[in-house]
T-cell receptor, first 113, second 115 residues
Framework: AQKVTQAQTEISVVEKEDVTLDCVYE???????LFWYKQPPSGELVFLIR??????QNEISGRYSWNFQKSTSSFNFTITASQVVDSAVYFC??????????FGKGITLSVRP | DTGVSQNPRHKITKRGQNVTFRCDPI?????LYWYRQTLGQGPEFLTY????????KSRLLSDRFSAERPKGSFSTLEIQRTEQGDSAMYLC?????????????FGPGTRLTVT
């Protein structure tokens, strides 16, 4: 069985602060894929990043960075210099041998001006 | 390049009625997925198609639910004899997936309210 745990439920920061969203996963598959999605108030899930289990290289995209550590089964997401537009619900998801995505419960991020 | 579209965006129905939702995937995508999302939760997988073949169904998909993708393009999700517990956001996603790791792109969802 696959499981994704996002222990943080709500985070509130002031604009320009850095914030890290945690994600821990469980799977028995040797090959798997990890994802982060953003769900703004409009409701549509927006794909942010995919990481393959065999590639532990961290990734940076603008103000976003991701830290993948197989040893701790974690795939954390950091937003640097947060902005009000970053306010949304963020989901971590896992895909194993089959095609379906298993999502965490999501983290509601509020960025205050 | 148009994204995934879903219709209707909102549906209010009375308990016991049947409802049908439509999903149009990104045109070159061969896989299509249905998920359900309730308030405060992440999306939960319901079923998926590769072309017109339905390859997997979740235990969440009771026999009141049926999904089709008749020509490998758009898909419909029907719920018969709706119950209040069916109230949720129904999300459709598509991917170009030939056994690889291609990401799923989601539509805006259909919000169902059963009164």
């Amino acid at each position: 069985a696959q499981k994704v745990t996002q222990a943080q439920t709500e985070i509130s920061v002031v604009e320009k602060e850095d914030v890290t969203l945690d994600c821990v996963y469980e799977t028995r598959d040797t090959t798997y894929y990890l994802f982060w999605y953003k769900q703004p108030p409009s409701g549509e899930l927006v794909f942010l990043i995919r990481r393959n289990s065999f590639d532990e290289q961290n990734e940076i995209s603008g103000r976003y960075s991701w830290n993948f550590q197989k040893s701790t089964s974690s795939f954390n997401f950091t937003i640097t210099a947060s902005q009000v537009v970053d306010s949304a619900v963020y989901f971590c998801a896992l895909r194993g041998a089959n095609s379906k995505l298993t999502f965490g419960k999501g983290i509601t991020l509020s960025v205050r001006p | 390049d148009t994204g995934v579209s879903q219709n209707p965006r909102h549906k209010i129905t009375k308990r016991g009625q049947n409802v049908t939702f439509r999903c149009d995937p990104i045109s070159e995508h061969n896989r299509l997925y249905w998920y359900r999302q309730t308030l405060g939760q992440g999306p939960e997988f319901l079923t998926y198609f590769q072309n017109e073949a339905q390859l997997e169904k979740s235990r969440l998909l009771s026999d009141r639910f049926s999904a089709e993708r008749p020509k490998g393009s758009f898909s419909t999700l029907e719920i018969q004899r709706t119950e209040q517990g069916d109230s949720a956001m129904y999300l459709c996603a598509s991917s170009l997936d030939s056994g690889g790791s291609y990401e799923q792109y989601f539509g805006p969802g259909t919000r169902l309210t059963v009164t």
